[in-house]
């Protein structure tokens, strides 16, 4: 008889699958990781530590908004 996960550990995979889903599309989106902290009920210490590697490469993405910015004050 093979191994079967009980019941309540498939729920509780899928609604943790879900949620980080939706943190990580949230975070490529740009929304402030403050927000995506708050409404995951978790500090940003512990986001940014979990999900760091979503905001990867919007390094490049800031740089342009700062150089824009700094272009209006010249």
Not at 12 to 27: D, I, K, P, Q, Y
């Amino acid at each position: 008889m093979p191994f079967r996960r009980p019941q309540w550990r498939r729920r509780w995979r899928v609604g943790r699958t879900t949620r980080h889903s939706a943190l990580s599309t949230w975070l490529n989106a740009g929304v402030d990781p403050t927000e995506v902290a708050e409404r995951a009920g978790n500090s940003v210490e512990v986001l940014l530590g979990r999900y760091a590697k979503c905001i990867d490469g919007r390094q490049e993405i800031a740089n342009r908004k700062i150089e824009e910015l700094l272009r209006e004050y010249e």
